[in-house]
Every structure is written in structure tokens, then in C-alpha cells.
């Protein structure tokens, strides 16, 4: 009998805030344990919560990316449980009331043929809710020691469907999920920080079946390859245990992404272990349209959606636009860069980014943000290549100097020599010269074959040292062969 993955993923991602969710205490990763705490991190008795405005709009935000229905009112519940990383032994969160419901995170499916173009999937989503972090258990050989300092951040948890077939499909899932939160400054996902953080839901069924099988949780999955890694190990090890004779059993099962191997934690716990209920300090939230209205235009362009949008008004290549689009400050950086270049020159302006600026930021070990190098530098730069003033070796050598120095090209292009030199009596020369050595090939030409005109331009350029202009290369060529 064939069998078939069933996954769906439940993704906590920390919502960049300056304070937490319920206090006005500061966030923050590095600092201290225990140092970004107060009363009402700690449960002191007698304090009292009150909400963080700044991460209700982030999530409003994000669901409407997502393309979320927004609940007209949402409520908070206490999640009971006892476990050292909650001081106050129960969790603020959002129980039968979320903010945010349905939606879907659009993918690009593994193993497509990389076209923009009919190769994308959606993944619907169950819900998104709000609810605060708990703290982190930090394990040494002989102790385990709590720090509260994540305690309260605003987290944001995604759950989706299980809609997803494969371990690949989650990769995808998350990445495009992360990539949308990056986009829309909702969080910064750093996995290794906690910023981002999955559980898998695995099951599996007979193909053709529709009842979804016992459903098995992984946690620790603690960077995006570890969860793609961590769902193929499951759904290998429930697939051995049906071939044996043996029962599924809804369990949590711990990852080790380093062994690969996994391991049994607890049987898994239902809704009503946690003893949900409203919490009492905290009244209902109501969002009207203008409140929506004023977020969804706060909202960005969703990245595939920008995706599309480069390869039909700039006509260049999934290569480029798959490296310029996933991140935000390079797509943007582009877009000015061909603003000020004109559009015609789009497909050379990515290829210089996609290419040389990329090569070189890596070099030197800095962002973006941090180049000399900036859009009105490579306008510039296309713009002599395309006029013939500058030759594509040139360019290559100025390009690296102005990211050194930050010059402008033409300036650089002048300090060091580079323009291409074009005496119109010399070049018809060297032309002549070319012809009359290569009879074939003027015979080919003339008899219609087009790339015949190349086997002239080689003794052209190396006559002229490599610096004629190519465009004047080829018409005089052309004049001449045709009898000029």
C-alpha cells in the first residue's frame, strides 16, 4: 500500500516591539538574564496587565498580508500549565477568539522549473493569534537555569493546514513565511536568536485516503534545514513502524538535528489539559475598518507578488529576480537604480547587482546598507557601457574601484584611462584589414549567415587592443561587407 505525507506547521515568531506585551518593560536578545524583567514579567501579586497597541497592529498587519478575514473582536484567554519558563504558571494567549483567521502563505514548489509562471502553490492557514513568549531553559550538566528576558515578548503564532505533502513543501513553507515577515519589518525571524520558531504536525495515510491519520508533533526544530530534516526523519520513522506491523501513537518527539535522530517527550496534550479560560484582566479588543484601513496601507508588496511584477514590466530573468527579490533593501535598491538608468536598462542593472555588487559586499564583509557603492553609481555605469564609452572589461575594473573608493564611474573611468578610444580612420582600417584576411567568412555573411560577422571582430579588437566601441565595431562591419 502507498502511503502519503500529511504536515502542518505551527510557526511562533516574536514580533518586533520595543517594549513587551503586556508591560512596558524593553525587549531585547544578549543582555544580561534576567535584567529585562519588572513586576508584572515576574507575576508579582497585585500586578496587573495592560496590552502593547504597537503588537496588535503588527499582527493585524501580517494577517492582512496574508490575506487573513480580521476578526471584528478578539479576546485574551490563560493557557494553564506548570512549567519553570512561565513565572506566572499560566500563559496570556488567544484561545477560541483569535485575531486573525483563514488566509494562505504562497510557495514556490520544490523541484518547479523555476519559472514564476504556474509553479506556485498556496498553503492555507487556520488561524494567526497573538500571545506572550515564555522565558528559556538554559541546561548545564549538573543545573537548569531560567531567564526570564524573553518572558512577555509579543509573539505571533501561525498555524497552518495540514496542507503540505512533503518535508520540502514545510522548507518552502517557512521561508516564505519568514521572508514576508522580514519584508514587512513585522520581526526579524533570526532562528538562532529564538526570534522563530516551528513545530511540525506529521501524519501519515493511504494515498486516496481523506481522514487524516494519527498526527505526531515535533519540536526543536530550531533552524528551517533542521525542519525540513526533522519532517523527512518522522514521516521515514512512521513509515517503518506501519511496514512492521505497528500503531502510530499521538505523541510530542523531541529533534536532534545534529544526530538526526529523534526522540519521545510526552503524549500530546489536547486543549482542555490547558484549562483555557478569558482572562479577567484584560478586556476584549474591537477593530474597526479605519483601523484596518490604516494598516493595510501600511502593507507591503508581497514578494512574489513583486516577483511577477519584475518579470513583467523589467522582462528579466527568474536568476535575477529569484536573487534580487528576497531581500527587501536589494529589490528597492534596483527599482531606484533603474528609475534613474531608465527601464530599457533593467536587465543590466540586475545582472550587475545580482553579480558584481553582491561578489564584492561578500568580500568585504558588509551590507547593503554599508556600500559606497549606490543606485546613482551603477545608472551611471550601464549608461557609459550602452553609449560605447565604456567596454565591458573596462567596467569590470571600474566597478571594483568605485566600490573601493565610492567615485562615480565616469570619474573613476577618467582617473584610470578606461574610456574606449574610437578613431573612425583607424578602426575602418583594422575593419578592412579583417575582411580582406577572411574571404569565407564574407562569403558566409553575405550568403546570410549572421554569426559569420563575428569571426571579423576578433582581429578588430585585438588590433584596437580591446578598446573600440563594439556598437561602431559592428556597423562599420557591416557597411563595408556590404559594400560601403
Not at 55 to 75: F, S, T, Y
Not at 93 to 111: M, T
Not at 302 to 314: A, G, H, I
Amino acid at each position: 500500500m502507498n502511503y502519503e505525507a500529511v504536515i502542518g506547521l505551527e510557526v511562533h515568531i516574536q514580533i518586533k516591539t520595543k517594549s513587551k506585551m503586556f508591560t512596558r518593560v524593553a525587549t531585547g536578545y544578549g543582555q544580561e538574564p534576567n535584567t529585562l524583567t519588572d513586576p508584572v514579567v515576574l507575576a508579582l501579586p497585585g500586578v496587573l496587565p495592560v496590552m502593547n497597541k504597537a503588537a496588535l497592529d503588527a499582527i493585524i498587519r501580517a494577517g492582512l498580508m496574508l490575506g487573513c478575514e480580521i476578526a471584528p473582536v478578539c479576546k485574551w484567554d490563560r493557557k494553564n500549565y506548570f512549567y519553570p519558563d512561565s513565572p506566572k504558571n499560566y500563559q496570556i494567549s488567544q484561545y477560541d477568539q483569535p485575531i486573525c483567521l483563514g488566509g494562505s502563505v504562497e510557495i514556490e514548489l520544490p523541484g518547479s522549473a523555476r519559472n514564476i509562471q504556474g509553479e506556485h502553490k498556496r498553503i492555507p492557514l487556520t488561524r494567526i493569534h497573538l500571545e506572550e513568549d515564555v522565558g528559556k531553559l538554559n541546561h548545564t550538566a549538573g543545573d537548569s537555569l531560567v531567564d526570564y528576558n524573553r518572558a512577555g515578548t509579543p509573539l505571533m503564532e501561525v498555524v497552518s493546514e495540514p496542507a503540505m505533502q512533503s518535508a520540502d513543501e514545510a522548507f518552502a513553507y517557512l521561508t516564505a513565511l519568514r521572508t514576508a515577515m522580514v519584508y514587512a519589518g513585522i520581526s526579524d525571524c533570526d532562528m538562532e536568536k529564538g526570534q522563530l520558531r516551528c513545530d511540525a504536525n506529521i501524519s501519515v495515510r493511504p494515498v486516496g485516503e481523506t481522514k487524516l491519520g494519527t498526527k505526531v508533533e515535533l519540536k526543536n526544530l530550531n533552524s528551517i534545514s533542521f525542519v525540513r530534516d526533522g519532517i523527512a526523519h518522522e514521516i521515514k520513522r512512521q513509515l517503518a513502524v506501519i511496514a512492521a506491523g505497528g500503531t502510530i501513537r499521538q505523541e510530542t518527539r523531541d529533534y536532534d538535528g545534529q544526530t538526526g535522530t529523534s526522540q519521545s517527550l510526552r503524549s500530546k496534550e489536547m486543549a482542555h489539559d490547558y484549562r483555557y479560560f478569558p482572562d479577567p484582566d484584560l478586556m476584549p479588543v474591537k477593530v474597526d475598518e479605519a483601523w484596518k484601513a490604516r494598516l493595510q496601507a501600511e502593507c507591503p508588496e508581497l514578494p512574489f507578488d513583486k516577483q511577477r511584477r519584475f518579470f513583467e514590466r523589467y522582462q528579466i530573468p527568474y536568476t535575477i529576480t529569484s536573487v534580487l527579490v528576497p531581500d527587501r533593501a536589494l529589490s528597492d535598491f534596483f527599482e531606484e537604480a533603474v528609475a534613474l538608468a531608465g527601464v530599457d536598462k533593467a536587465q543590466a542593472v540586475g545582472n550587475w547587482i545580482a553579480n558584481d555588487l553582491l561578489r564584492e559586499l561578500g568580500n568585504a564583509k558588509i551590507d547593503l546598507a554599508a556600500s559606497r557603492v549606490r543606485p546613482a553609481h551603477l545608472a551611471e555605469l550601464v549608461r557609459l557601457i550602452d553609449a560605447g564609452t565604456l567596454l565591458m572589461n573596462a567596467a569590470k575594473e571600474a566597478f571594483v574601484d568605485m566600490f573601493a573608493t565610492g567615485e562615480m564611474p565616469a570619474a573613476v573611468v577618467e582617473r584610470k584611462g578606461l574610456k574606449a578610444e574610437t578613431n573612425v580612420a583607424e578602426l575602418e582600417q583594422w575593419c578592412r584589414d579583417a575582411i580582406a584576411g577572411n574571404a569565407k567568412s564574407v562569403a558566409d555573411f553575405r550568403a546570410g549567415k549572421e554569426s559569420a560577422l563575428n569571426a571579423f571582430k576578433g582581429p578588430v579588437m585585438k588590433a584596437a587592443k580591446g578598446k573600440a566601441n563594439p556598437k561602431l565595431v559592428d556597423e562599420t562591419l557591416r557597411r563595408l561587407l556590404a559594400g560601403g
